[in-house]
């Protein structure tokens, strides 16, 4: 059988080695992002085609895929202008590989049943030398026949490809993962920080907590920045603060509340304030070491 031409806007670090995969598997891309560098590199590599408006490449492929930023960029490219909406033909399928607000995915995806187009959110696990060799972690959700029927091309894009339910259920379930661990890695930044101000020696705080249950590889992460100065987890503290925003935003639509990630939130929004947002997450410590009453 013949491959499905697959239609990719979003080059970044994460997707152009997606497309990098796709393409050494043998897929036709079109591609559209705003850096001509970055779409330069696909083209050199063959079997690619460069659309500047995401209606023409909707109607140029079978498959698209976002890896976008936020939202309201995803947002902008589905509904806006010459948008992927006006493009998507029927039985096409829409793949939204970003982190974004469940609310707004299933607003998306019943706008495109509309037309008889299917969507699937699929937010991503792991590292962007995973994407390259298609090992990444994928969680997927929406209808069955839908996932179905992109489930061959995710299979060469994920090691792991999960199918966690109706529509929005992958985003919900990355963004409660990440929930998790930028508080798990905010805790343990400034744990050791405050050992530092307190007089207790960093590496010896790390000997005791990593012989117990707190131990994990986020503890570890924390300790290669707070004690050897290495920065190794590749999320930003940008990044960390858009999608505990989008938690909380999302816990209001579900009428509960957070605490928890209302702290995580505010020690993130600040070091982010103070000039920190290009750094890795673990490096909060330093915005905890200098943090005054």
Do not use: W
Not at 38 to 52: C, I, Y
Not at 90 to 112: C, H, M, N, Q, Y
Not at 176 to 205: E, I, K, P
Request: glycine share 12%.
């Amino acid at each position: 059988m013949s491959k499905p031409t697959i239609g990719f806007i979003g080059l970044g670090l994460m997707g152009g080695n997606m497309v990098e995969n796709l393409q050494k598997r043998g897929y036709h891309v079109n591609v559209m992002d705003l850096s001509q560098e970055a779409v330069d590199r696909v083209l050199a590599r063959g079997n690619a085609t460069q659309f500047t408006s995401g209606k023409e490449l909707a109607l140029a492929s079978d498959i698209v895929q976002f890896c976008l930023t936020t939202s309201a960029v995803v947002e902008k490219i589905v509904y806006g202008d010459d948008g992927v909406l006006a493009g998507m033909k029927e039985g096409s399928v829409l793949v939204d590989f970003g982190t974004s607000i469940p609310a707004s995915t299933r607003k998306i995806g019943a706008d495109l049943a509309e037309k008889g187009v299917g969507m699937v959110d699929a937010p991503l696990g792991r590292t962007p030398a995973h994407a390259k060799d298609g090992l990444l972690n994928i969680m997927a959700a929406g209808d069955i026949d839908t996932f179905n029927k992109v489930k061959p091309v995710l299979e060469e894009q994920g090691e792991n490809v999960f199918h966690l339910g109706a529509l929005g259920a992958g985003h919900t379930t990355k963004l409660v993962n990440n929930f998790m661990g930028m508080t798990t890695v905010c805790a343990m930044s400034q744990a050791f920080a405050v050992a530092d101000l307190a007089g207790v020696d960093r590496q010896q705080l790390f000997d005791i907590m990593s012989t117990g249950p707190s131990n994990s590889p986020f503890m570890q992460f924390c300790k290669n920045y707070a004690v050897d100065g290495v920065s190794d987890l590749g999320f930003s503290i940008a990044n960390a603060n858009k999608d505990l925003g989008y938690f909380l935003q999302m816990v209001e639509d579900l009428g509960t509340q957070s605490k928890i990630a209302e702290g995580s939130s505010a020690n993130l929004q600040a070091a982010f304030d103070a000039g920190l947002g290009n750094g890795n997450v673990p490096e909060i410590f330093d915005y905890f070491l200098k943090l005054e009453k």
